[in-house]
């Protein structure tokens, strides 16, 4: 009884571990990487406005507002996909959104926003990428929503989907906002 | 037999061209390599994550952030920044998954000591088989009539081997 416990419960029991740990990793997307920044003051910059060169954005001027930051490029195909979402924010007046143009050209950028629409409040242009690697950018588009106090609460790395607006961005705003 | 070498050496000249382009490409980077910061710049390329292509290091790859993270360690470097400096703005940013050696905290232990944990209970699991056939087997149950059958069979092949 037990020898035969052993000898196919062992490899029944082990089976079943493996089975669980790979069916529970199907289930993750590995670009999601726990960011580091959440929790933390959205760090500091002063850039280009994309539409006024000699103007200048920073975090700064948004204190006081749940705002949204997010990173899209003209170049960028998932960017594509998820504008619409944010001309819809936008129309809707969830909250203000401000884009940071990422590694673009400037030309490409306005053609692009009059071509798709501008959802921003206001655009910084981050030729460099040095925002971007401040920020921890590496899968454009990424969306952080920062509090009034100026501290990141959210990412979402790629493009924002319906089902992570409706029920993690957009509680997370109101309860922020309240 | 000629024919077959002179294709190994063409098949050698491109894979000497293509090293020779790969370093090309690393140091064309920047206009005027330093050798002590590319050599430093090489060492620590190779323990950092690409997040793009998260299988490659930072040294290895093509990927455009990759090129940026690069010339951030360049300068890094000619700042005089040391290597803990560089690791730290780099987990600073992109959390441990950038670190091929991640630090042993509560949420990597799992990482540092699960194949260990694993080979042990690997092991356990051989020595207990091992032990079990070891182990003898009841014997079974022998009658008084048999064991006199059985000794005076193994006295007449004694017997026999005698004779012989």
Redesign the interface.
């Known amino acids: 009884m037990n020898a035969r416990w052993l000898k196919y419960g062992i490899p029944l029991v082990l089976f079943a571990a493996l089975a669980a740990f790979l069916a529970v990793g199907l289930t993750r997307d590995p670009r999601e990487v726990p960011s580091p920044f959440i929790g933390r003051a959205a760090p500091a910059f002063s850039l280009e406005r994309l539409h006024e060169p000699g103007q200048s954005f920073s975090p700064e001027q948004m204190k006081g507002k749940v705002w949204l930051l997010n990173v899209w490029a003209s170049w960028c195909v998932s960017c594509r996909v998820e504008h619409p979402l944010l001309v819809e924010m936008s129309k809707r007046n969830d909250v203000p959104i401000v884009g940071l143009d990422y590694k673009d050209e400037r030309g490409a950028g306005l053609q692009w926003l009059t071509k798709m629409g501008n959802p921003y409040f206001a655009s910084a242009f981050d030729v460099e990428g040095k925002v971007g690697i401040d920020y921890g950018v590496y899968g454009v588009p990424e969306t952080f929503v920062i509090d009034k106090q100026g501290v990141i609460r959210y990412k979402q790395i790629g493009p924002i989907t319906p089902e992570a607006l409706e029920k993690k961005i957009l509680p997370l705003i109101r309860k922020l906002s309240a | 037999m000629k024919r077959s070498r002179a294709g190994i050496m063409r098949i050698l000249a491109a894979l000497a061209c293509a090293v020779a382009l790969n370093v090309f490409a690393q140091a064309d980077e920047v206009a005027h390599p330093d050798p002590v910061v590319e050599a430093r710049l090489k060492d620590l390329g190779e323990e950092l994550r690409c997040?793009?292509c998260?299988n490659q290091t930072i040294a290895d790859s093509h990927a455009?952030?990759a090129v940026?993270?690069r010339n951030?360690i360049r300068v890094m470097v000619r700042q005089g920044r040391t290597d803990d400096e560089i690791r730290a703005y780099m987990?600073?940013?992109?959390?441990d998954?950038v670190l091929y050696k991640p630090p042993l905290k509560a949420t990597t232990v799992l990482l540092w000591i699960g194949p260990f944990a694993l080979l042990a209970l690997g092991i356990a699991?051989v020595v207990?088989?091992a032990r079990?056939k070891r182990m003898p087997q009841a014997l079974p149950e022998v009658s008084a009539a048999r064991r006199e059958e059985i000794a005076a069979l193994l006295e007449e092949r004694a017997g026999k081997a005698a004779r012989r």
Not at chain 2, 91 to 95: A, K, L, S
Request: neutral net charge.
């Open positions: 997040l793009v998260q455009p952030l940026d993270l951030q987990v600073e940013r992109y959390g998954f699991i207990m088989i079990r």
